[in-house]
């Protein structure tokens, strides 16, 4: 619980958190970084597209990842990955062995959807 504390938000910190739905319309193999990824762009609605870089591989396949919604933060400064500089952190659950579950709407709902 000790830990839960030294991390405690303010409610101000928090509602400057930009997540947003989004949906996947492109997922290749990321070949050139160090820890398996893919390279992915997200359709935000109004917000536009997004690049980004996701280590997801262990449980999703890059083909059956397109056409899925995702929830991500829009708003961190854009951060270079290898060659691409990404826009967006995909969110998800991290298990034991580092594997990454997408954190995902239950039905379907309009890109740029803000989670709040």
């Known amino acids: 619980m000790e830990q839960i504390k030294e991390k405690e938000l303010t409610w ?8 947003r739905v989004g949906t996947i319309i492109s997922a290749e193999q990321f070949k050139e970084v160090r ?6 762009i997200i359709d935000f609605g109004e917000l536009g597209t997004k690049k980004t870089s996701a280590q997801i591989t262990k449980l999703y396949n890059a083909d059956k990842l397109i056409g899925k919604q995702v929830i991500a933060v ?14 967006c952190l995909v969110l998800g659950g991290v298990g034991e062995n580092k594997e990454v579950t997408l954190i995902q709407p239950d039905r379907k709902v309009e890109n740029g959807t803000k989670i709040g």
């Not at 829009?74 to 826009?87: C, D, L, T």
């Open 74 to 87: 829009v708003n961190f400064p854009p951060k270079q990955i290898a060659n691409i500089m990404s826009e």
């Open 12 to 19: 101000n910190e928090f509602i400057k958190v930009e997540m």
């Open 35 to 40: 820890n398996p990824a893919y390279k992915m």
